[in-house]
């Protein structure tokens, strides 16, 4: 399943985006849950985490901002 940003809810992208930065303590349990589903996060031993496939949906989202 192919996600692009504009499917995500804007919650999904704030959790999306704070995960690109680093580990997001307070991350619901239904929004990982959620961002596993979508295939962009996955479980790890230290929790939910970004994964490569969300890294490049926020980047590639990123960079087209700053280019419009």
């Known amino acids: 399943m192919t996600v ?3 499917d995500l809810t804007k919650e999904e992208q704030t ?3 704070r995960m690109n930065r680093g ?3 307070s991350l ?3 929004l990982a849950e959620r ?6 996060a996955e479980e ?3 929790g ?7 890294r490049e949906l926020v980047i590639r ?7 419009d």
């Open 4 to 6: 692009i940003w504009g």
């Open 15 to 17: 959790a999306l985006k």
């Open 23 to 25: 580990p997001y303590p």
């Open 28 to 30: 619901s349990k239904a």
């Open 35 to 40: 961002l596993v589903f979508l295939g962009l």
């Open 44 to 46: 790890r031993p230290g």
């Open 48 to 54: 939910t985490g970004i994964n490569r496939v969300g």
């Open 61 to 67: 989202t990123l960079l087209r901002t700053r280019s």
